[in-house]
């Protein structure tokens, strides 16, 4: 028995106006408070609440 693995859905970069999207390469789960991505991480958050 085989599992058959999800598609990752598509990304919709600029669907509403304003929007922008942020990739963290080799970034993982829970990245707002893993030690190295959590500083980029809320340093892009905060940049994005002051607009």
Do not use: C, Q, S
């Amino acid at each position: 028995m085989t599992a058959e693995r999800a598609r990752p859905r598509p990304r919709r970069r600029g669907a509403a106006p304003g929007t922008t999207g942020k990739v963290y390469e080799g970034g993982p789960h829970g990245i707002a408070v893993v030690p190295g991505y959590k500083e980029r991480f809320n340093k892009d958050l905060l940049e994005f609440l002051k607009r």
